[in-house]
């Protein structure tokens, strides 16, 4: 009989080489300082760890048992790590607890973690039978179960449509108010059932499991992602040094299209685009590292099919307070 896996065997971190190809540059120097602002298993963090042996290491995670389990896996670099459990729009009053003025990089990871899919009673995973929590944070109040059971059909529809980007929203919404009157919802699979009546069955032969946006709608609510991300991004890039590096791993378009307009915002200038010179203190202050969204080989899909929906983008800090690059 074989012991429980350790988080690195749990975890197959994705893209990472060229992650650490994107960040490694700006982590060089003795002092330097990374935040990996989804610390999840630790799987990335273990990697610049290992090769960038100048740099400290910052975790955050609102996971409490993420911040466990990647302690433990990193504690061969206790010297140079701290962790935090802190959603990543939290990042400025972490830094400055920690009195550090700027950072060199930072990785984004986003979305759920492979531990939280794989532990069955989170409620992350539609095509296991599990109470609706689907909280990153065990602590926080609101859980999926509560969404089903207490939001209005309007607001269940509108989640639904803006967050999983669900066609027949409406439909899935009504019918899950109808079925609540006769008895809550507590547990996946019920819920999964319902999603996949409601649909028409031409639609579910396409586009995977039926129940899958759905799932992916009340987890982003429950933790209040896209807002958290809109938050957390422009902050990360103030808390840049000069040369400093983000990148962002993106899982689905709303995501994706958050980190785009945010690092686009950065590469343009402050002043109108007839102007002839751009006056000193108002070029752009990033520069994109990726032409576009960088997705992951063939040859890692194969080996590792949780990768197939990233997308990478990321960007270099070249002006900061009217210094420029």
């Known amino acids: 009989m074989t012991g429980p896996q350790q988080p690195s065997e749990r975890h197959v971190p994705v893209m990472l080489d060229r992650v650490v190809a994107l960040l490694a540059p700006a982590l ?12 999840g298993l630790g ?32 504690a061969p670099y206790a010297d140079r790590t701290t962790f935090v459990h802190a959603v990543y729009d939290e990042l400025p009053r972490v830094l400055d607890d920690l009195g550090v003025p700027a950072i060199d990089g930072i990785l984004f990871d986003l979305g759920v973690s492979s531990m939280q899919l794989d532990e069955t009673d989170r ?33 269940l529809a509108r989640i639904l449509f803006q967050y999983g980007e669900e066609k027949f929203a409406r439909k899935i919404a009504d019918r899950i108010v109808r079925a609540r009157e006769t008895e809550p919802f507590t547990n996946s ?11 028409p069955q031409a639609a579910r032969r396409t586009g995977g499991h039926p129940a899958k946006r759905t799932f992916q709608a009340l987890r982003i609510e429950v933790n ?46 402050d002043v109108p685009d007839d102007l002839p010179v751009i006056p000193a203190g108002h070029e752009p202050y990033l520069k994109l590292l990726t032409r576009g969204a960088e997705r992951p080989t063939e ?12 997308r990478v983008r990321a960007a270099e800090r070249v002006r900061v307070k009217g210094l420029v690059a």
């Open 28 to 39: 060089q120097q003795p002092g330097s300082v990374l935040v990996d602002a989804t610390l």
């Open 43 to 74: 799987g990335h963090s273990e990697a610049f760890l290992q090769r960038c042996p100048e740099a400290r290491l910052i975790g955050l995670d609102r996971d409490p048992a993420a911040l466990r389990l990647a302690g433990e896996r990193l």
């Open 123 to 155: 409620g992350f995973a539609y095509s296991q039978d599990a109470p609706l929590d689907m909280r990153m944070d065990s602590t926080a109040p609101t859980t999926a179960a509560d969404i089903l059971n207490t939001y209005s059909a309007a607001d």
């Open 189 to 199: 699979a019920r819920l999964s059932e319902l999603v996949r009546d409601a649909i």
């Open 224 to 269: 209040g992602e896209l807002e958290v991300l809109r938050r957390a991004l422009p902050a990360a890039v103030a808390a840049l040094a000069l040369h400093g590096r983000i990148v962002v791993m993106s899982y689905h378009s709303l995501e994706d299209r958050i980190a785009k307009q945010t690092l686009a915002a950065g590469t343009k200038s």
């Open 299 to 310: 040859e890692e899909l194969a080996d590792n099919p949780r990768a197939a929906s990233v």
